[in-house]
T-cell receptor, first 114, second 116 residues
Framework: DAGVTQSPTHLIKTRGQQVTLRCSPK?????VSWYQQALGQGPQFIFQYYEEEERQRGNFPDRFSGHQFPNYSSELNVNALLLGDSALYLC?????????????FGEGSRLTVL | AQKVTQAQTEISVVEKEDVTLDCVYETRDTTYYLFWYKQPPSGELVFLIRRNSFDEQNEISGRYSWNFQKSTSSFNFTITASQVVDSAVYFCALIRSGTSYGKLTFGQGTILTVHP
């Protein structure tokens, strides 16, 4: 049973560029959440997707956008990259109907902005 | 608004010592879940425990135990007879229950280093 998989694992971009990160949820899960974890900090909620719609959003600017596909996989897009966007981006999947709050996390995509 | 505070930024112990990681939370929700996650250097957040706000019973799992006290809004985590493999960053987190579209609120994390 595959867990949450994310790609790429590491990437380097320069300021002003755009980046797309990908996530495949755990088998059977239909909800995907994205978190940003800056160095030395706890993860911060970016947004959550369910039924291909953004359901809830954290305190992140519109440069951060996402998408969920019919197979429940998801993408996180960040435009006009800033140095401060350097972080570990974590994807988490869950089952909406379970209402247990339990999330399964991937190993993350580590983004470095130069 | 929800808030989770882990006052201990770093803890260093010698193997076989017991260690307690503190977690204090704030929420206006009447029902919620509390979590502890472990983050090894690989980056993946490893689920350790989930506790429903209605269940204040302490729980023990092997060398791990958790003390949930609603009266003080605390959910502390104790590792008994620590081992080098316990070295990691530990996060306490909170989520409102009863909804499909919740977000986890994490603390800042506690870096635990267990020396041989």
């Amino acid at each position: 049973d595959a867990g949450v998989t994310q790609s790429p694992t590491h990437l380097i971009k320069t300021r002003g560029q755009q980046v797309t990160l990908r996530c495949s949820p755990k088998s059977g899960h239909d909800t995907v959440s994205w978190y940003q974890q800056a160095l030395g900090q706890g993860p911060q909620f970016i947004f959550q997707y369910y039924e291909e719609e953004e359901r809830q959003r954290g305190n992140f600017p519109d440069r951060f956008s996402g998408h969920q596909f019919p197979n429940y996989s998801s993408e996180l897009n960040v435009n006009a990259l800033l140095l401060g966007d350097s972080a570990l981006y974590l994807c988490a999947s869950s089952l909406a109907g379970a209402n247990t709050g339990e999330l399964f996390f991937g190993e993350g995509s580590r983004l470095t902005v130069l | 608004a929800q808030k989770v505070t882990q006052a201990q930024t770093e803890i260093s112990v010698v193997e076989k010592e017991d260690v307690t990681l503190d977690c204090v939370y704030e929420t206006r929700d009447t029902t919620y879940y509390l979590f502890w996650y472990k983050q090894p250097p690989s980056g993946e957040l490893v689920f350790l425990i989930r506790r429903n706000s209605f269940d204040e019973q302490n729980e023990i799992s092997g060398r791990y135990s958790w003390n949930f006290q609603k009266s003080t809004s605390s959910f502390n985590f104790t590792i008994t007879a620590s081992q080098v493999v316990d070295s990691a960053v530990y996060f306490c987190a909170l989520i409102r229950s009863g909804t499909s579209y919740g977000k986890l609120t994490f603390g800042q994390g506690t870096i635990l280093t267990v020396h041989p």
